[in-house]
């Protein structure tokens, strides 16, 4: 539970000017597709009585009022590349349902001092706010920055953290320890662990990974992480070439627990957004400002969103499958702005069951334009409300980080220009996106 002061300056750009701010919209619209015993999906997602907080905090960061979900987490997007291939790829995925490759849109700020001087800035924002942080990727464990972002977030106090990773870098020595003991010396309380498939070579090839970590070397992570006080997660997206049915999903859960993790999240691929009658989105598709000078990349953004639609494993036969078992318990149901997760119990192990959807996220954004429900720290050293660093931009400025125009040497481009239209309120940054959703 968050407790904003009324009126308490946290910095000269950032204040929390009151909460909460928006008035409770009435009763919630029927579900139009009701499913029994399920959570409503196909109704708008109502804040304020489908979310866990159920409010919103009012900040504001760089000179801009913001309404913030109370719950809302921080995203810290790691700028190293990931040295995987998988065919679904969110990182992927989610640039491709805007109509934009990720090479073209994701940009890093290579200069340490400038990126963490942000991140400070960026954490003095939230601080009134309190949020959750995850590090993710891009590759988090490769990255040559990770032991200072992890202390950086120890130092600031951040609450419940969680890193979600391949595994790939985790047993590899850096700063004197391996990136696991990292993890656990700074107080990482999750860490997830992306993993296709239990068998090592089934896993490497699925998820085209050059050096994934082999069954002994996850046993080592898993025990140091153990006991290290952080709780390893193995994260597994449903495929049809991969676990595709129960019995998968029971083999895999076998595995997990030879390896001693007592944690699991099965994922349906996401959805894109789908525009039209019946979809719950309206108008236009907002895309990148300059998606159509990259029409040449637009078969790999294509290429990602084929693969996820061809490879889709639908979440909900399996779930009423579960609902006949007597070794499954439903513990709980979670449902999010663009997701819907229901927590059950096997042996002993908790057993996370996501569906998300772009096109709910797109519908959200629509309902409520006004709402902040997630924040992402790019590795352009930018915060914003969405995963596109060209829409939703927070702050802070490039001025804040010394970017003084031509020839400043930060490698931000047309980004520099949209976020100064952000903060002052023309045309071309933030009041763009908005106004094109
Ligand atoms: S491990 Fe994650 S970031 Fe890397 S290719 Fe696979 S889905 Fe993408």
């Not at 991140?119 to 924002?125: I, N, S, T």
């Not at 490039?398 to 949209?418: F, I, K, Q, Y």
Request: a neutral charge.
């Amino acid at each position: 539970m968050i407790t904003a002061p009324a009126q308490s300056v946290i910095s000269d750009q950032c204040s929390v000017v009151g909460a909460p701010v928006l008035p409770d919209p009435g009763p919630r619209t029927p579900d139009p597709n009701p499913q029994p015993g399920r959570v409503a999906s196909r109704s708008p997602f109502d804040p304020w009585r489908d979310s866990t907080a159920g409010r919103f905090v009012d900040l504001e960061l760089w000179g801009e009022h913001r309404h913030v979900y109370a719950n809302a987490n921080l995203s810290i997007y790691s700028g190293q590349a990931c040295n995987g291939g998988c065919g679904f790829c969110v990182e992927k995925l989610r640039p491709a349902a805007r109509g934009v490759e990720l090479a073209s849109q994701k940009t890093v700020e290579a200069d340490d001092a400038r990126y963490f001087s942000a991140l400070d800035e960026v954490l003095d924002a939230l601080r009134p706010l309190g949020p959750s942080v995850s590090l993710t990727g891009g590759e988090p464990s490769l990255d040559s920055r990770l032991p200072r972002l992890l202390r950086t977030l120890q130092d600031r106090g951040m609450r419940k953290r969680t890193m979600t990773t391949n595994g790939s870098g985790l047993l590899d020595v850096r700063e004197g320890r391996t990136v696991v003991d990292w993890v656990t010396a700074t107080g990482v309380r999750h860490l997830n662990l992306s993993r296709a498939l239990p068998a090592d070579a089934d896993n490497a090839r699925l998820m085209q990974l050059d050096r994934a970590p082999d069954r002994a070397a996850l046993a080592e992570i898993v025990a140091r992480a153990v006991r290290g006080g952080t709780r390893p997660r193995l994260s597994c997206v449903l495929l049809r070439d991969g676990i595709a049915d129960l019995d998968g999903v029971l083999e895999y859960l076998a595995n997990a627990e030879s390896l001693g993790v007592d944690n699991v999240v099965f994922r349906q691929l996401m959805t894109t957004e789908k525009r039209g009658p019946g979809s719950g989105v309206r108008g236009p598709a907002p895309t990148h400002p300059a998606a159509d000078d990259h029409r040449p990349l637009r078969s790999q953004t294509e290429e990602v969103v084929g693969y996820s639609d061809a490879q889709r494993v639908l979440l909900r036969p399996l779930l009423a499958q579960l609902r006949g078992r007597r070794d499954f318990s439903l513990q709980t149901r979670v449902r999010g702005y663009y997701y819907e997760v229901e927590v059950w119990r096997w042996r002993g192990i908790d057993v996370v069951l996501e569906e998300a959807s772009l096109a709910w996220l797109a519908a959200s954004r629509q309902l409520w334009p006004e709402l902040v429900f997630e924040l992402v720290f790019h590795p352009s050293a930018v915060l914003c409300s969405t995963w596109q660093p060209w829409d939703g931009m927070l702050g802070p400025p490039p001025t804040h980080r010394g970017v003084r125009g031509p020839g400043s040497g930060v490698r931000l481009g047309g980004e520099a220009a949209d976020m100064q239209s952000t903060t002052t309120g023309r045309p071309g940054g933030l009041d763009n996106a908005r106004g094109s959703r």
